[in-house]
């Protein structure tokens, strides 16, 4: 969806009957029975339905294959090549093509990869919820989101190296949804390598930085996000708490750590007593980054959204078709190849 919202002209092969199998993730269903879960994704696309089990629809994805800049698939090993579509041969027949596969577990393995598997397996469950809690995963499908730009990345530029030498190795991207969120445990996972020890759950606070976590003003909740030494002084000077800004150990971020649980009970009894607007503007007037904790539809309010397109791109980039019904241009693309998206009416950059 990220390249089509980019302007990439994208043809999206479903099986015949069921197709993408985020269509039946609901309720909710919008008023022509598509999932929401199935629009948030399918954007700027064309749809036709193939069964890759009869020849004359294989004939037809190859006809795409050919004409394609850029392909991704989602297949375990082998199930193209058993039906007759070889990735290597058609990599070798076209020095400008571009093939990415999506797998859980890496090119090698069979495992079926759901966000939910691979968010358990990547460690980002262990340090997700409170301490004392059950680990927990995060609340949209993050491994698949992150995964789905690091392929973003990936093809975009292995098409922008086109026209020079490329070993056929470039052209064949293999991303997986664990080695996408293995990869985006960045600093936490910096911290297991540099001491040898375990990460753990720290809830609404943060391992490497205090205060810099959630606190319960008296209407709302609030977050405070402290980041260096000089936004402490400027904190403590907006809560009124002079004390802890005169007190020597807490000066550096490494004393805060050290006297983490003084830091803030200190904070949360000070933010209790008035309404988070009140300490909103008071910090955002002393330079301190603060936010108040919104639902989504809050969220939502100050952004261009859709119930059909979704929320706007985040990429410099336009809506142009709608998410297709399943097969929709099934018969425009039999008949006219890539050629199909002139007859859609969408404005192809």
């Given at each position: ?15 015949p ?66 039906r ?44 997700t ?6 680990p ?18 990936a093809?975009?530029a ?134 108040v ?22 990429v ?13 241009h ?11 998206f ?8």
């Amino acid at each position: 969806m990220t390249l089509g919202d980019l302007g990439a002209e994208v043809i999206k092969v479903e099986r015949p009957g069921q197709g993408d199998e985020t269509r039946a993730w609901g309720p909710p269903f919008d008023e022509n029975g598509e999932s929401a879960y199935y629009l948030s994704v399918n954007r700027n696309k064309l749809s036709i339905a193939l069964d890759l089990d009869l020849a004359t629809d294989v004939a037809v994805l190859l006809s795409l294959l050919r004409g394609a800049d850029a392909v991704l698939d989602n297949f375990r090993p082998g199930t193209l090549e058993r039906r007759g579509i070889d990735v290597a041969a058609l990599l070798r027949e076209r020095s400008d093509l571009v093939w990415c596969t999506l797998t859980g577990f890496g090119a090698a393995s069979e495992r079926l990869g759901y966000d939910f598997v691979v968010q358990a397996e990547s460690g980002w469950m262990a340090i997700t919820g409170e301490p004392d809690g059950p680990p927990m995963k995060v609340g949209v499908a993050l491994a698949d989101v992150i995964a789905g730009k690091d392929a973003t990345i990936a093809v975009l530029a292995a098409l922008s190296a086109r026209g020079r030498e490329r070993a056929l190795s470039a052209r064949r991207i293999f991303v997986s949804l664990a080695a996408s969120a293995v990869s985006a445990l960045v600093n936490v996972a910096q911290n297991a390598l540099v001491t040898g020890r375990d990460a753990g759950r720290w809830g609404n606070a943060h391992p490497n930085l205090v205060p810099y976590q959630l606190f319960s003003a008296a209407d709302r909740d609030i977050v405070i996000a402290v980041g260096n030494d000089g936004q402490w002084r400027s904190c403590v000077r907006a809560l009124g708490l002079d004390g802890l800004g005169s007190d020597e150990r807490l000066s550096n971020n490494s004393g805060r750590l050290a006297h983490r649980e003084l830091v803030v009970r200190a904070i949360a009894e000070r933010v209790v007593q008035r309404p988070a607007s009140e300490w909103l503007d008071a910090l955002a007037a002393a330079g301190v980054p603060a936010g108040v904790v919104r639902s989504v539809r809050e969220a939502l309010a100050e952004v261009d959204s859709s119930p059909v397109t979704g929320v706007v791109p985040s990429v410099p980039g336009t809506i142009r078709l709608a998410p297709p019904r399943l097969d929709e241009h099934g018969a425009l693309v039999r008949q006219h190849g890539w050629g199909a998206f002139r007859y859609t009416g969408a404005a192809v950059e």
